[in-house]
């Protein structure tokens, strides 16, 4: 899998993931948020598209809510 692929597929599930739990606040920046997330775990050397997600998912649950992005 290409690391292209790897962002795609992991962003989708943790975008999924958050909006059927109704956690997606601004869009744009969840969107910003979760990508920059990704890719950084991604350079870093993780390829487990599930370790990826949920990683995401709890940084963005733990976020500052008063802040815009924090990618």
């Known amino acids: 899998m290409t690391d292209d692929a790897l962002v795609e597929e992991s ?3 943790a ?3 958050l909006e059927a739990a ?5 869009r744009e920046s969840a ?3 979760l990508s920059s997330k ?4 991604i350079r870093r050397g993780e390829k ?4 990826l997600s949920n ?3 709890d940084l963005y649950r733990q976020r500052d809510p ?3 992005c924090l990618a």
């Open 66 to 68: 008063n802040v815009t």
């Open 11 to 13: 962003f989708e599930i």
């Open 31 to 33: 969107a910003t948020f």
């Open 38 to 41: 990704i890719i950084t775990m």
């Open 22 to 26: 109704g956690e997606l606040r601004d």
């Open 15 to 17: 975008w999924n993931t």
């Open 55 to 57: 990683r995401a998912i």
């Open 48 to 51: 487990r598209r599930l370790l």
